[in-house]
């Protein structure tokens, strides 16, 4: 869980971005899809803080990460999976292509467009 945040702060530095909980995470439902602004160097610590408190459990729900201007999109899917999007297609595609995303196979994103 602490690649993800190291790999955000290495490509978009200090940016302030966002984070939604959403579909499935245990919260009141007033609370879900609530934009709420997050620092690279502090999104470890969000994610294991969500994690202890069962707010957030990966596989089984939502959460939606959203970098400004909605330059890149990752979302942990409740189906176990994770959907990486946004405007900004050069960002998105050199972020899938660093480590530990580099050695997956992704044959869906030969001949589609991200964004």
């Known amino acids: 869980m602490d690649v993800l945040p190291a790999l955000i702060e290495q490509f978009v530095g200090n940016e302030l971005f966002t984070v939604m909980y959403g579909?499935?995470?245990d919260i009141h439902?007033?609370?879900t899809y609530v934009p709420m602004r997050v620092?690279?160097?502090?999104?470890s610590g969000f994610l294991r803080d969500s994690i202890?408190?069962?707010?957030?459990?990966?596989?089984d729900v939502d959460l939606h990460i959203e970098i400004p201007t909605d330059r890149m999109t990752i979302t942990f899917?409740?189906?176990?999976?994770l959907h990486f999007g946004g405007s900004d297609s050069?960002?998105?595609?050199?972020?899938?292509?660093?480590?530990?995303?580099?050695?997956?196979?992704?044959p869906e994103?030969?001949?589609s467009?991200?964004?």
Do not use: T, W
């Open 23 to 25: 579909f499935g995470c």
């Open 29 to 31: 439902n007033d609370l």
């Open 39 to 43: 620092m690279p160097r502090h999104l």
């Open 52 to 59: 202890a408190k069962r707010i957030f459990q990966p596989g």
């Open 77 to 81: 899917c409740h189906e176990g999976d």
């Open 90 to 106: 050069e960002l998105v595609e050199r972020f899938l292509s660093a480590s530990p995303f580099c050695g997956f196979d992704y």
């Open 109 to 111: 994103r030969q001949n």
């Open 113 to 115: 467009k991200l964004g």
